[in-house]
Nanobody
């Protein structure tokens, strides 16, 4: 059984920062790409940023220069440092990872963490 557990969401004012964490646990053989998605009310879920096992990163245009994704492979954890937050960043943020286990390779999702940015 593989699980992704997120933490770090909350309520902040515009211009402030938050750091999200997501730890993978369970019968993990290896982890390929890890990433963060978000879904605002009435909108589709969208990619925020992802990072490969080799630390290559990819960002949505809307967060470039403000957000930074990183990972600690020894801890099976991915982070999202969010700076200069804007009200339009308000959403539920979901962790995602492509994980190989003894049962095969699958994409897993975390339960989501709410980020609310007030103006």
């Amino acid at each position: 059984q593989v699980q992704l557990v997120e933490s770090g969401g909350g309520l902040v004012q515009a211009g402030e920062s938050l750091r999200l964490s997501c730890a993978a646990s369970g019968s993990i053989v290896s982890i390929n790409t890890m990433g963060w998605y978000r879904q605002a009310p009435g909108k589709q879920r969208e990619l925020v940023a992802d990072i490969t096992s080799g630390a290559y990163t990819n960002y949505a245009d809307s967060v470039k220069g403000r957000f930074a994704i990183s990972r600690d492979n020894a801890k099976n954890t991915v982070y999202l440092q969010m700076n200069s937050l804007k009200p339009e960043d308000t959403a539920v943020y979901y962790c995602n990872a492509l994980i190989s286990s003894p049962r095969g390779r699958s994409r897993y999702w975390g339960q989501g963490t709410q980020v609310t940015v007030s103006s």
